[in-house]
């Protein structure tokens, strides 16, 4: 206990001295007032956002790819603060490649949702490009979230949208992978199923090449459709309009990245405030960070809405473009102080809401009471890091961190690859195997998985041997923009000793790079597997 205690002291000193300089989601918002924000709101991997509005609070969701629990549920008071609720997808049981069963889904997996509110009740539809559109609902936020629904079965189907007409009706927008044309359906009002077979509405590869992540919205009797085209990094924002729902739609762009540094800009969600301020909410490709979140003032003109910092004459129609600052929406007491978690100390009975894990997890592997205060992960078989199941990861919350976890050994078995990294296609961190009578070996690696599953080294190792009477570690990741470092300490945080090159990190599979806890084993599953024992994460930003 006196070791824990010394180790999270000293991991914890450098949080202290952050927290005071700056906070980890780079909102920065004045202290007295919160009178500003810079963008991004959030430089994390929210990709594909669409954000609604329940009452004075504001709901965020994002794509989640492979990684399990899917669908965040985000939560702020003044759509600059966020912190995450929940998650409306606690297992994605759609084929058993989800479960690393004949294969796996990374780059699959959910794609681009969208949230609505309709009828007291909270729908979320999403897309998997293999099996289908599907939809779960709430009556709370926080859930209970039902099981998915199949709305529209099939491959090659990306990005729906929901929609309830003032007469009741319900329809569905998507469009297919590839990124066009945009279709729209005739839909069940229960959400449950479309009532047709899908009609196009735009479909025009010339001007608007790459449309996609289609959303479908009201207002003064024009039918409006906010879509981004042209590409995730060098495309624009396009706003649709038509007085029937099923078109003709004419086109105006609304945001584009003119003399701006931030690029893209691409898809989102328009949001307004209880007092009438309207809101554009997307994200920017950040390269190995993935895709982080912007926020646009917004407003209307002739009915055009004008998004970012440009007017917009329709005569000659000139698009906003994205701006690096603005008043917040909605002044909050003490928002400054909502932050998305990170650091965890696993006393809880139930994992963080920060917490993904690679696919589904085996729920048998790991667990939170086996040993208190410890998150314990058992090492199942695996020919690589790629196949293992139970790996468990979360985003990056800013351009640069340090990422610290300490270890307790004492479970590890000989075949046991336990450790720290970085996961993505060329993942890379330092592993942790049994090195012999006397010693544990810790090993740094840089290892790329190709497109037929096999895995290739990239670089020279670089090892080193702690004896065997040291029974936790701490081992650390440092983050700084698209290059990453990792270093070791066996005295408790006292001193840090670096373990290879420093390291690229890229964006793969449609997700940024994100620090990940592992453990598997080259046994068969015969011999006694081994176990790694996690004490505590301590995540700190560094401005």
Known sequence: MVARTICRTAV????????????????????????????????SDYSDPDVVRDGKRYVLVASTFSFV???????????????????????VDLAPQYDMNDGD????????????????????????????????????????????????AGPKLEDPCPFWDDDGKAYLVHSRTGAGPLILHRMSPDATHVL????????????????????????????YIFAPFGGVSTGKQVTLRSRSIDGPYESQISLQQGTSNINGPHQGGWVTTPDGKDYFVHFQSRGAHGRIVHLEPMRWENDWPVMGTATIDPMAPRPGQPVQSAPVPVPVARAAKITVQTSDEFASTALGPQWEWNHNPVKD??????????????????????????????????????FTARLELTGLQPGTHAG?????????????????????????????????????????????????HIQALLLRVTVRGDRVRYSFSADEGKSFQELGPETPI????WKGARPALFAYSESDGSATPGYLDVDSVHVDPIP
């Not at 700056?22 to 004045?30: E, I, K, M, P, T």
């Not at 047709?196 to 039918?223: C, F, M, Q, S």
């Not at 009471?369 to 998150?375: A, V």
């Open 105 to 152: 889904r990374y780059g699959g997996g959910v794609w681009a949702p969208a949230i609505r509110k309709h009828a007291g009740r909270f729908y979320i539809f999403f897309p998997t490009p293999e099996e289908g559109i599907f939809m779960v609902s709430a009556a709370r936020l926080s859930g209970p979230w039902t099981k998915p629904v199949a709305v529209l």
């Open 506 to 509: 890229d964006f793969s599979w």
């Open 69 to 91: 629990p899917g669908l965040p549920i985000l939560v702020s008071p003044d759509l600059v603060h966020w912190t995450i609720l929940t998650h409306a997808l606690q297992r």
């Open 12 to 43: 914890t000193l450098t949080a202290l001295l952050v927290t005071s300089c700056g906070h980890a989601q780079r909102s920065r918002v004045s202290a007295a007032e919160q009178a500003t924000y810079t963008n991004p709101i959030l430089f």
């Open 420 to 468: 720290l990294g970085i996961f993505e296609q060329k993942a890379s961190g330092i592993e942790i195997t049994d090195g012999g009578q006397a010693s544990y070996r810790l090993a740094y690696f840089h290892v790329e998985r190709a497109k037929r599953g096999t895995v290739t080294q990239l670089g020279d190792d670089a090892a080193a041997h702690v004896a065997r």
């Open 365 to 402: 592997a790991w667990s939170l009471s086996e040993h208190r205060g410890y998150l314990r992960l058992h090492a199942l078989p695996s020919a690589s890091l790629f196949a293992a199941r139970n790996t468990l990861t979360q985003q990056m919350q800013s351009e640069s961190l340090v």
């Open 196 to 223: 047709d077979a899908g009609k196009e509405i735009v479909n025009d590869p010339v001007h608007l090449k790459t449309l996609e992540g289609p959303k479908l919205y009201k207002r003064n009797g024009w039918y």
